[in-house]
Structures are given as structure tokens and as C-alpha cells.
């Protein structure tokens, strides 16, 4: 393998020795894959005093460079896209064709922060439009906040670091991250990569430790001007609340839906539910976790699906085919098994799967008979597991979809258009694929969630709004000629 597998604190452009390190497992077989500091909090306060003498410079640092920076370190990691997928396949355990998809998704993501240094535009106010506005001209200015807090989840190391750090540095700010505990190499060699494409001294800083400690530190500081973090909503509900007056852009966790409609190409809604069910073992915050099927064509859905499902081959994360490889670590595998066993108990159908299998692998499984009270449907699964319930009227279903406390991402697999924008207008959530999974994003759409998933949007353009503050500039001309 050509991962450098030990890496040291990355504070003010230089790399810095820790007092502690802690080892990083490959969560499929508990080989450890390589270590990381355990920073402590005077090590992430050399961070944010770092970040914070380079404040300036980030600000003053022209669009057009932060376009070339971000652009070089685009194309420097499409250039080692095999050793940043090895990276994140090994310390997430994710399967080695998802992680090439995620970096190549993640240099997706930095080119198009690149290309919103350009677009980091204000906007003419029409002053004199007010009665008391006369002979006065306005525009806006789009001003870096600051030092940005960037807290990242396990389960898109790579890309997710990119969509906080990219905008961050498009609009003029600068950047504390501290990726997850399970996942930090690729957090550390981003930062490399982003030092080799000329980002300057300060400007992105990574410590890594434990969310409790270095987390909470971080996210209290005084010198940060704001938060985003990419994580569970238990987390992001403390995040908020310690937070004070900063802003604070929340992506959280979901139970995401699907509706089958009587008319849907089974085909389609096959194939999409296979993936949104599955991938990543469904360790994806757009994870397709409820199926609503029209009852009319319910059961021959599930029988193909569940054939479907049979297919999937369990294996190493860098077994070339494999489809399904394990979660994050055996207590989650633990969890996700007792809550499939608790649906069973309550009366619930267990078509296919459910079992442990290894360290950390559950086999994929289809849920039938489900209550909406029951935690398989009611919360986060976070595991490779899909409810399939039928309903009568798309007012049944919709009424279904919205039985959540979350609202990320949801979709309807329908013929009829009607059908499907009615459905798109009355769900609550941040954004519908029609005849799609909720589970389909690419890296520039609007994305994040209402209720308990989330506050805020990412995708580079609306992440740039949040990382960015208006100011208002207005000129009295009153005493210029008439
Ligand atoms: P998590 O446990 O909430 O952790 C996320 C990050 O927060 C990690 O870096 C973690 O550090 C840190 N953290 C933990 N406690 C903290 C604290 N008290 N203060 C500050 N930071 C703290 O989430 P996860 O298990 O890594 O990721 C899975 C979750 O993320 C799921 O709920 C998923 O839906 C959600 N997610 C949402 C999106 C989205 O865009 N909406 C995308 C991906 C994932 P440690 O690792 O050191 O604990």
C-alpha cells in the first residue's frame, strides 16, 4: 500500500509532533491501517491561534488565487486518486470502488469551490428606492468570517472534508478541522495535499483527537466565527448548543424514503433501491432507509428486491468486488442487529439478512411489517437495512414520509409527473429526487436538511453564503454635482 500511514499534527504549514497518538483500525478485520495524534487542548489552541494570524492574509488573498489553489489541489488529487481511495477505503472500510467514487466526487467538489472564488459577489441595493433614501448608492460586500471549525463524520472522510474546507477558502476565511477519530489519514493527507498546491501557512490546520475533548474545545473558542460540522444529530444539537453566537451549519442524520408509485418503472426502482439501500452498507446520511410501495405492485417489488439483495457479495474493503464490507466498528454492527431482532420481536418480517458476520458486518436486510414506531423505521439506522411498508393514495404515502423527525432528502419513482411534483411539494424536506433514490447527490446542488437533519446548506455556491457575511456599503452622494 502506498499510504503513509503516520501522520503528525498540521498546525501554521508545518507538521507538529504530538504529546499522544491513538492507533486507526481498518473497521473490516481490526488491522490497524496506521496512527494519529490524539491532540491535546494546547495543540488545538496553537491551531486556532494559527488560523487566526493568518485571518488576514486569507482575506486579502485575491479570488484568482484561491481559485488556482483550490484548482491544483483538484487536480493533485485526481492524480493520486487510487492512494486517497486506498486510504479511505482502509480506515472507513468502505469498498475500494465507493472510496475511488468518493475522491473523485471530492475533486469534484474543490473545482467547483475553486470556480465560486470567482463568484463571491455582493449585489447593487437600491437605496433611493426608500422615501429616505435619496441621492445615496448601495452594494454589498461578501466578507470572510474568520477562523471556520470544520468537524467531520467517518463515513465521507474525504469529500465531506472538501465541501467545509473548499468554500472556506473560496471565500477568504481560514480553517480548524478535525476530522473523525475513525477516520483522520485522509483528513491528514488533504492538508498535505492542499500545503503541495501552495495554500499558505495557517490558512488549513488539522488536529484530530477525540470529538469530547478537541471537539467541544474547538467549537466553544472564542476566536472561532463559526461552525460547521457534519455529524449525528445528537452531536449537532450539543454542537448548537454550546456554540454561543456563532453561526453553525448543521448536517445531520436522516431516515430517508422512497415512494414506489403503482406506475413506476420496477426496473429503475430496483436497481436505485439496491444502492440507496446498500452502499456504504448504509452508512450514508441519504441512505434509503423507508420503502413506501403502492400496495397494487408491492409484493412482486419486494420478491425482486430481495433477489436482488441475495446478490451482494460480502467482502474486504479492498476486494475489488465486493459490495458490502462492514460498519464503522462492532459496537454499531451490535446495535444495528439488536434493533432488526427488536422489530422481529414486535412482529415485524425479516425477508432476508439481519445476521452479524465477521468483526463488523451485517448482512443486508429487507424489514417487511414494520410499525413507524418501531427504531428500524422511526430512527437513524445508520446499517444496511431497508423497511418496505405499502400504502393505498399518494396522500397515504406522503402523510408516511413525513412521519419523521428528520427531513434530508427523499424520492418518488412515478410515470406520472403530476404525481410526482404534487409528492415533491408536500414532502418535508430539503430536496426530492423524482424517479430517484433519496440517496442520489452530486457535489454543486443545494444540499442539507430540515427538522432534526439539519440547518444551513452545503454544495460549494451555498456554503460559500454561510461562510461569508454581507456588508452593506452605502455612499451619500448629496454632495457631489447636481
Ligand atoms: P458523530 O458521532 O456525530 O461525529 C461527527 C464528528 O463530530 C466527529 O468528528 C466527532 O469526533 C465529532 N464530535 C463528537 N462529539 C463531539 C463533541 N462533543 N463536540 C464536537 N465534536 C464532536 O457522527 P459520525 O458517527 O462520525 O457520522 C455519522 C453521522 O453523520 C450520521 O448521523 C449521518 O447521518 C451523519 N451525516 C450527515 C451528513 C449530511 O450531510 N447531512 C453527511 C454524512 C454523515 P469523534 O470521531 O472523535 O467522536
Given amino acids: 500500500m502506498n499510504m503513509k500511514t503516520e501522520y503528525d499534527l498540521f498546525i501554521d504549514g508545518r507538521w507538529v509532533q504530538p504529546a499522544r497518538r491513538f492507533d486507526v483500525c481498518m473497521p473490516y478485520d481490526?488491522?490497524?491501517?496506521?496512527?494519529?495524534?490524539?491532540?491535546?487542548?494546547?495543540?488545538?489552541?496553537?491551531?486556532?491561534?494559527?488560523?487566526?494570524?493568518?485571518?488576514?492574509?486569507?482575506?486579502r488573498l485575491s479570488s484568482y488565487k484561491r481559485y488556482e489553489i483550490l484548482l491544483k489541489t483538484a487536480t493533485l488529487m485526481q492524480q493520486r486518486q487510487e492512494d486517497f481511495a486506498r486510504a479511505v477505503a482502509s480506515e472507513s472500510g468502505k469498498p475500494i470502488k465507493e472510496a475511488r467514487g468518493e475522491v473523485s466526487r471530492a475533486a469534484q467538489?474543490?473545482?467547483?469551490?475553486?470556480?465560486?472564488?470567482?463568484?463571491?459577489?455582493?449585489?447593487?441595493?437600491?437605496?433611493?428606492?426608500?422615501?429616505?433614501?435619496?441621492?445615496?448608492?448601495?452594494?454589498?460586500?461578501r466578507m470572510p468570517r474568520g477562523v471556520i471549525a470544520a468537524v467531520t463524520p467517518f463515513n465521507f472522510p474525504l469529500n465531506l472534508s472538501c465541501h467545509k474546507i473548499g468554500p472556506a477558502i473560496a471565500g477568504g476565511n481560514t480553517v480548524v478541522h478535525k476530522p473523525a477519530s475513525a477516520t483522520p489519514i485522509s483528513g491528514y493527507m488533504l492538508a498535505e495535499l492542499f500545503a503541495e498546491a501552495g495554500l499558505p501557512a495557517g490558512f488549513l490546520n488539522t488536529v484530530t483527537g477525540s470529538g469530547g475533548e478537541v471537539g467541544d474545545f474547538l467549537v466553544a473558542h472564542p476566536d472561532v466565527a463559526m461552525v460547521t460540522f457534519t455529524g449525528s444529530a445528537e452531536i449537532g444539537?450539543?454542537?448548537?448548543?454550546?456554540?454561543?453566537?456563532?453561526?453553525?451549519?448543521?448536517?445531520?442524520?436522516?431516515?430517508c424514503a422512497v415512494i414506489v408509485d403503482e406506475d413506476a418503472d420496477l426496473d429503475l426502482a430496483l436497481g436505485r433501491c439496491a444502492v440507496g439501500g446498500?452502499?456504504?452498507?448504509?452508512?450514508?446520511?441519504?441512505?434509503?432507509?423507508?420503502?413506501?410501495?403502492?400496495r397494487k405492485i408491492a409484493a412482486d417489488f419486494t420478491d425482486a428486491l430481495k433477489a436482488r439483495v441475495a446478490g451482494f457479495k460480502i467482502g474486504h474493503p479492498l476486494d475489488e468486488t465486493a459490495d458490502i464490507t462492514s460498519l464503522i466498528d462492532e459496537p454499531n454492527a451490535a446495535r444495528v442487529a439488536?434493533?432488526?431482532?427488536?422489530?422481529?420481536?414486535?412482529?415485524?418480517?425479516?425477508?432476508?439478512?439481519?445476521?452479524?458476520?465477521?468483526?463488523?458486518?451485517?448482512?443486508?436486510?429487507?424489514?417487511?411489517?414494520?410499525?413507524?414506531?418501531?427504531?428500524?423505521?422511526?430512527?437513524?439506522?445508520f446499517g444496511p437495512l431497508v423497511c418496505v411498508d405499502t400504502y393505498v393514495s399518494l396522500e397515504q404515502a406522503v402523510e408516511m414520509v413525513n412521519h419523521s423527525k428528520f427531513g434530508l432528502?427523499?424520492?418518488?419513482?412515478?410515470?406520472?409527473?403530476?404525481?410526482?411534483?404534487?409528492?415533491?411539494?408536500?414532502?418535508?424536506?430539503?430536496?426530492?429526487?423524482i424517479n430517484d433514490v433519496p440517496m442520489f447527490r452530486v457535489d454543486q446542488m443545494p444540499y442539507g436538511g430540515v427538522k432534526d437533519s439539519g440547518v444551513g446548506r452545503e454544495g460549494p455556491k451555498y456554503a460559500l453564503q454561510e461562510m461569508t457575511e454581507t456588508k452593506v456599503v452605502v455612499i451619500n452622494l448629496a454632495g457631489g454635482p447636481k
Fill in 30 to 59: 481490526g488491522t490497524v491501517v496506521g496512527t494519529a495524534p490524539k491532540a491535546t487542548r494546547a495543540e488545538v489552541e496553537q491551531a486556532i491561534q494559527a488560523a487566526k494570524r493568518a485571518a488576514p492574509a486569507a482575506a
Fill in 109 to 141: 467538489t474543490l473545482i467547483f469551490s475553486a470556480e465560486e472564488a470567482k463568484r463571491n459577489v455582493g449585489e447593487m441595493v437600491p437605496i433611493d428606492a426608500h422615501p429616505g433614501g435619496a441621492d445615496r448608492l448601495g452594494f454589498t460586500l
Fill in 237 to 255: 444539537k450539543h454542537i448548537r448548543a454550546i456554540a454561543g453566537m456563532k453561526p453553525v451549519t448543521l448536517e445531520l442524520g436522516a431516515n
Fill in 278 to 294: 446498500f452502499a456504504h452498507s448504509g452508512q450514508v446520511c441519504i441512505h434509503l432507509q423507508r420503502i413506501y410501495a403502492n
Fill in 338 to 381: 439488536d434493533w432488526i431482532a427488536e422489530a422481529v420481536c414486535g412482529g415485524a418480517r425479516l425477508l432476508i439478512g439481519g445476521e452479524r458476520a465477521g468483526r463488523a458486518t451485517v448482512k443486508p436486510a429487507i424489514l417487511a411489517d414494520t410499525r413507524p414506531d418501531m427504531k428500524v423505521v422511526a430512527e437513524e439506522v
Fill in 409 to 433: 432528502q427523499a424520492g418518488i419513482i412515478s410515470r406520472d409527473i403530476h404525481r410526482a411534483l404534487w409528492a415533491a411539494q408536500h414532502i418535508e424536506c430539503g430536496g426530492v429526487m
